[in-house]
């Protein structure tokens, strides 16, 4: 079992709702992630947090909307997504080291939300 | 922009074949993370390298880390129908905590 839990961990929507992803970690890792990833491929970097705050946006569309109330959850709110945005979302987390050694944390992984948007 | 190339794309055995995955770059890394993800699952870490020519053994996965730190190999032993899966490689470059993922390395071991 993952030590990252998301919910929920299938999600169907209209174009026009809104709805949130959830992601929760209890490792104490104060950096967290989101993750787009489509059949067959590698994950692509979202947006990151680091100590709570926004560190990374990988110039993601406004449709989407990072948040994180505190250190063990991070959201990821939707509004108005169109169909291509259907992949698999994974949530992440991670020590946040010092200096180099901060490159050398590695990244745990939830097992995703399958979002399909029709 | 670092990339990571990986090689092959797609790799179908027999059980008890041995395989090697590659992950190559022509950029630098502070270290470099391999992964295996199952189908409806998210990547599960299999092992950080970090110093160049390191080589890690997990069971019967021998992973290397190349001297000049851009590229890194992962090798099975002996494959079983359970190392089916998708391999990533992902590498951590020294300005943070930002992965870069390669192609990632379809493997199917039939029994």
């Known amino acids: 079992d993952t030590e990252v839990t998301q919910t929920p961990k299938h999600l169907v929507m209209g174009m026009t709702n809104k709805k949130s992803l959830k992601c929760e970690q209890h490792m104490g890792h104060r950096a967290m992630y989101w993750y787009k990833q489509k059949a067959k491929k590698p994950p692509e970097l979202m947006f990151v947090y680091s100590y709570e705050k926004l560190s990374i946006n990988e110039s993601v569309p406004s449709r989407f909307s990072p948040e994180c109330p505190n250190s063990s959850l991070l959201n990821l709110h939707l509004h108005a997504l169109q169909p291509e945005d259907s992949a698999l979302y994974l949530c992440?987390?991670?020590?946040?080291?010092?200096?180099?050694?901060?490159?050398?944390?590695?990244?745990?992984f939830g097992d995703g939300t399958r979002l399909s948007i029709l | 922009t670092q990339l990571l190339e990986q090689s092959p794309q797609f790799l179908s055995i027999q059980e008890g074949e041995n395989l090697t995955v590659y992950c190559n770059s022509s950029?630098?890394?502070?270290?470099l993370q391999w992964y295996r993800q199952e189908p409806g699952e998210g990547p599960v870490l299999l092992v950080t390298?970090?110093?160049?020519?390191e080589v890690k053994k997990l069971k019967r996965l021998t992973f290397q880390f190349g001297d000049a730190r851009k590229d890194s190999s992962l090798h099975i032993t002996a494959a079983q129908p359970g190392d089916t899966g998708l391999y990533l490689c992902?590498?951590?470059?020294?300005?943070?905590?930002?992965?870069?993922f390669g192609g990632g390395t379809r493997v199917l071991v039939k029994p």
């Open positions: 390298v970090v110093t160049g020519g």
């Open positions: 992440a987390s991670s020590q946040e080291g010092q200096g180099a050694g901060r490159s050398n944390q590695p990244q745990h």
């Open positions: 950029s630098v890394f502070s270290s």
């Open positions: 992902a590498g951590a470059g020294a300005a943070g905590n930002k992965l870069t």
